[in-house]
């Protein structure tokens, strides 16, 4: 993504610091999530949220005097990273009345703009837990990751994004001294941009250099950035949506300095040890405009789910990131593309190739490792980010407009339908500031077990379904099986179940499709029983 929350607007007078104050306790909302295994069994994981540190109230340990007001650090109190890091604390957070964040069950809802008796918040970022004091980390390669999402009241500039990074299990607070707050309050964030606006990194005040954002009034930079690997699961709104890895030389948290953090803030976009691009797969971009979009085949007026699979080689590597879509019962293979010469529907090493020199993009995908590095990072435990941002540095055209504005009618170029003249900061924040994003229903596990009817990815299903111990409920619940099945006169003797694939360029299984459905092609790769 092309600016992870430059706007980073929390309170008015808000901060990020590394030790953690009481005047608000602490209570993480609950959100239920599943897991599940090759059986096709889920099993409810009772976690809970977190709000990034970056949003909270920071103030100094010894009273409730501001360390960072507007977009400006007081300098009498923090005169250095470390000093600062020691006098100031972050504190607890009052989650629905100032940062617009509820729960219920096994759903996040995420408000865009909340007006609290002292402060508006904007947006927000939030983790996945595990634990009071640790994030849910998740090993993705080998296995798929599934949530329902309803983008209806997201539209042009704003992004529901959900992603993972590889940023420490305990938010560094093992690693640094001086981070005394962890990852109960939301410290040790870190993504393939090496944002240089978290006010707090390496248990240290990003005071050095630090300079307030000119359109902006509550963030700003420092000199200081915090790098790694990013999977891009979900970015969108009710316009547009796109799914990108970004490879990282190096796979975990690192800080950078200054310039060589390439990225959003540095003149070298690409100077950085992570590839701030990616590749992305984007439909609108990729040629299909009737694809995704308000009464389209993913039809975002409605709650949709999203599937996204890990697929390795027979040698353990990833070989395929490959998307499905269900909705309304139906499970709908992810769009072709139609770019000449950039074949295909999911991610591969190929398509990267061919798709950056359609668009004559620069490829620094491959610089930083490709799709071999990406699958590297995706074997050790991501945290889950689950966000809504607008876009101070690029209005989201990126996603959802023609960007560059002035590159019409160019290769790549046209990514969604929105007006080049969308997607101002100021603008959605005074004329929309209801919008919300809800995400649930979260599964993870091998390939094929969080969703009945998917066809075969043809990858490997192995590996672990987490780098952590689940704690499930009393109660497990089964995936309901679509129908019982009868014999069938396929080139095996099988039967293809209701929503299951049944033929396509490629396809050897099962043609024959149970009672009361029929074969239905969707295009040349893909039929259904329907």
């Known amino acids: 993504m092309y600016a992870k929350f430059a706007t980073l607007a929390a309170l008015v007078a808000s901060a990020a610091a590394q030790q953690a104050c009481t005047l608000t306790a602490e209570t993480h909302p609950s959100l239920t999530w599943q897991k599940c295994t090759a059986g096709g069994s889920c099993t409810n994981v009772q976690g809970s949220v977190t709000i990034d540190a970056n949003w909270r109230w920071t103030h100094q340990t010894s009273g409730s005097t501001n360390c960072y007001t507007g977009n400006e650090w007081d300098t009498s109190i923090c005169s250095d990273g470390a000093s600062c890091a020691s006098k100031c604390c972050v504190d607890g957070a009052d989650y629905s009345g100032t940062y617009g964040i509820t729960t219920s069950g096994n759903a996040l809802n995420l408000k865009f703009v909340t007006k609290g008796p002292y402060s508006t918040n904007i947006g927000s970022r939030t983790y996945l837990m595990e634990s009071d004091n640790k994030y849910q980390t998740f090993n993705l390669l080998g296995n798929e990751f599934t949530f329902d999402v ?100 190096t796979i975990g948290q690192s800080r950078c300095e200054g310039e060589s953090c390439g990225g959003t803030y540095s003149t070298d976009r690409y100077g950085g040890i992570c590839d701030p691009d990616g590749c992305d797969f984007n439909s609108y971009r990729q040629g299909n405009k009737t694809f995704y979009g308000k009464g389209m085949t993913v039809d975002t007026t409605k709650k949709l789910t999203v599937v996204t699979q890990f697929l390795t080689d027979a040698s353990g590597e990833l070989s395929e ?77 990126w996603l959802d407009s023609t960007y560059p504005v002035d590159a019409a009618g160019k290769p790549g170029a046209e990514r969604g339908a929105c007006p080049t003249t969308s997607g101002v900061p100021a603008e959605v924040e005074a004329q929309v500031p209801n919008s919300n994003v809800i995400y649930s229903n979260i599964r993870f596990g091998p390939i094929g077990s969080t969703v009945s009817g998917l066809p075969n990815g043809g990858g490997s299903g192995g590996g672990s379904s987490s780098s952590t111990t689940a704690r499930p409920t009393s109660t497990s619940t089964s995936r309901p099986t679509s129908t019982s099945t009868s014999a069938g006169s396929g080139p095996t003797g099988c039967t293809a179940q209701k929503y299951a694939q049944c033929g396509g360029n490629g396809y050897t299984g099962c043609t024959n499709c149970v009672a009361g459905t029929t074969c239905r092609k969707q295009n040349d790769w893909y039929s259904q029983c329907l």
Request: hydrophobic share 35%.
């Open 150 to 249: 309803d983008v209806s009241n997201i539209g042009c500039g704003l992004n529901g994004a959900l992603y993972f990074v590889s940023m420490d299990a305990d938010g560094g607070a093992s690693k640094y001294p001086g981070n005394k707050a962890g990852a109960k309050y939301g410290t040790g964030y870190c993504d393939s941009q090496c944002p240089r606006d978290l006010k707090f990194i390496n248990g240290e005040a990003n005071v050095e250099g630090w300079a307030g954002s000119t359109n902006d009034a509550n963030a700003g930079f420092g000199n200081y950035g915090s790098c790694c690997s990013e999977m891009d699961i979900w970015e969108a709104n009710n316009m547009a949506a796109a799914f990108t890895p970004h490879p990282c030389t």
């Open 321 to 397: 990131i490959k998307r499905f879509y269900v909705q309304n019962g139906v499970v709908i293979p992810n769009s072709e593309s139609t770019i000449a010469g950039v074949p295909g529907n999911s991610i591969t090493q190929d398509y990267c190739d061919v798709q950056k020199t359609a668009f004559g993009d620069t490829n620094d995908f491959n610089r930083k490792g490709g799709l071999a590095q990406m699958g590297k990072a995706l074997a050790e435990p991501m945290v889950l980010v689950m966000s809504i941002w607008d876009d101070h540095a690029a209005n989201m055209l």
